[in-house]
């Protein structure tokens, strides 16, 4: 059932993103030859509209083959566009797959409900043979207090680590149930999985929406920082890049699809904003390096043969980039 998921969500995705580069091509009067869901081996293929729409064995990716962008077809289709144009069609993909995860986002919020934290924190996970689990603490836990004192943030939980006393006042199952414990000096993890505790307060679609737009490009920054971050991580080895493959996202799904419909939105619409962060890097192959290549033209004159050897290095780097995350991902899997 995770894999199935999986490949609806990231089906959709790939889709959605195709098409947006697909409909900027045919609205400029440019010919679509090929429409792909998947690379490698056709699955299914149907003509339509001028294009061949086809289903392919590797979910990783896919294409809208666009008369125009091969170096043999300069001179017609997309290459006859002018700049703005051309700018446009290399744009529309991930403006698609920003406009559905706003779309998915504000129906969670008006569905759901717009989450707003308590200060509390949600024990998610306490490690075997931890401190946490001498201490008492248990999965599903709600920290209301710490030494009498109501947290104010989830992240005062870190209190726990320090020597000495502690008293907690947790909420298990309906009752307030209080813990005390003592360590001879300072912990280094205390062995707890956690997040912040969330009240939901429904708002109608269009406000759900608008707080949808509003709470992304607040958080663009940190989401590009993260993105960034966590790939030169994976390039330097690090296993708690915070990087995840198609491995990694295949539990995710897994894990989301046992907490029900709103938790599989939510990480559609995650899956969504990395993608369209993820296709906007200057990395040839890429939207972001085609955009690139785009504005360097204007200044310098590239050859179609020296664009085609750029974009060719650049998917040997994208492949080498997702068997790294792979293997990182299994070796997480399997407690490496």
Do not use: C
Not at 6 to 25: D, K, P, Q, R
Not at 163 to 174: D, I, K, P, Y
């Amino acid at each position: 059932m995770s894999l199935l998921w999986f490949l609806v969500i990231i089906g959709v995705s790939i889709f959605v993103h195709e098409l947006g580069h697909y409909l900027a091509a045919r609205a400029q009067g440019v010919r679509v030859k090929a429409f792909s869901v998947g690379f490698g081996p056709i699955l299914l293929k149907r003509h339509a509209w001028g294009t061949e729409w086809r289903l392919s064995a590797i979910p990783l990716g896919g294409y809208a083959d666009i008369e125009g962008l091969l170096p043999e077809e300069r001179g017609r289709g997309y290459d006859a566009l002018p700049f703005l144009g051309k700018l446009l069609v290399l744009v529309a993909g991930v403006a698609m797959n920003v406009l559905l995860a706003w779309a998915l986002l504000g129906y969670l919020f008006s569905a759901q409900g717009v989450p707003q934290a308590t200060g509390r924190a949600v024990i998610l996970e306490v490690l075997p043979e931890s401190p946490a689990e001498r201490a008492g603490l248990r999965p599903g836990d709600v920290l209301l207090a710490i030494g009498g004192e109501p947290l104010r943030e989830a992240a005062e939980i870190g209190r726990l680590r320090e020597a000495g006393e502690h008293t907690v006042r947790v909420l298990r199952q309906g009752e307030e149930v209080v813990l005390r414990f003592a360590w001879a000096e300072p912990l280094e993890r205390l062995g707890v999985v956690y997040q912040p505790e969330a009240e939901f307060q429904p708002v109608g679609f269009l406000e759900g929406l608008s707080l949808a737009v509003a709470r992304t490009l607040a958080f663009g920054p940190q989401l590009v920082q993260a993105l960034v971050g966590g790939l030169i991580g994976v390039l330097s080895g690090n296993p708690d890049s915070g990087v995840v493959g198609p491995v990694g996202i295949v539990a995710e799904t897994g894990r989301a699809a046992q907490e029900g419909l709103f938790r599989l939105l939510e990480l559609t619409v995650a899956i969504n904003l990395s993608l369209a962060l993820f296709n906007l890097l200057p990395i040839p192959a890429l939207d972001g390096g085609r955009i690139l290549l785009l504005v360097l033209s204007r200044l310098f004159r590239i050859r179609p043969e020296q664009e085609a050897m750029v974009h060719y290095l650049g998917f040997l780097f994208l492949i080498f980039l997702v068997l790294l995350v792979t293997f990182q991902d299994i070796r997480r899997l399997v407690g490496g």
